[in-house]
């Protein structure tokens, strides 16, 4: 048997929809594949933001630390806050920062 993962309760094994709270029930291994592919692309545009920023010395002065701090953050499987992603999405790229926003990083613990 299968469990909701939002409210616990038991499913059926070939529930999509969970019947008491209406919550899509994720596939762990479809899940963990879009949590991957995600994580790559965020990376892949932070990078090309810091790329970006290169001709300006300030501004690589928060992409770099930024960029790092996300990549030890999502290879780690830690939180980043709102604040982070929104940060990112404002200051290194426009694309890795609705991603960011897009992945439920806040539930990692």
């Known amino acids: 048997m299968k469990y909701c993962s939002v409210c616990g309760k038991e499913l059926v094994d ?5 019947p008491s ?8 291994t479809s899940s ?4 991957k592919i995600l994580h790559i692309l965020i990376k892949v545009f932070m990078v090309l933001g810091c ?3 290169g001709a300006s010395l300030i501004a690589l002065c928060w992409t ?3 960029t790092v701090s ?9 939180p980043i806050g709102v604040g982070f992603k929104v940060c ?3 200051f290194v790229n426009l694309v890795a920062g609705i991603l960011l926003l897009c992945t439920d990083t ?3 613990l």
């Open 14 to 18: 070939d529930a999509v929809v969970c």
């Open 70 to 78: 996300a990549f030890r953050r999502l290879d780690a499987r830690q």
């Open 88 to 90: 990112t999405l404002l």
């Open 106 to 108: 806040e539930n990692y």
């Open 32 to 35: 963990k594949e879009e949590s």
């Open 64 to 66: 770099i630390p930024m």
């Open 21 to 28: 709270c209406g919550c899509r029930v994720a596939d762990a």
């Open 51 to 53: 790329v970006a920023t």
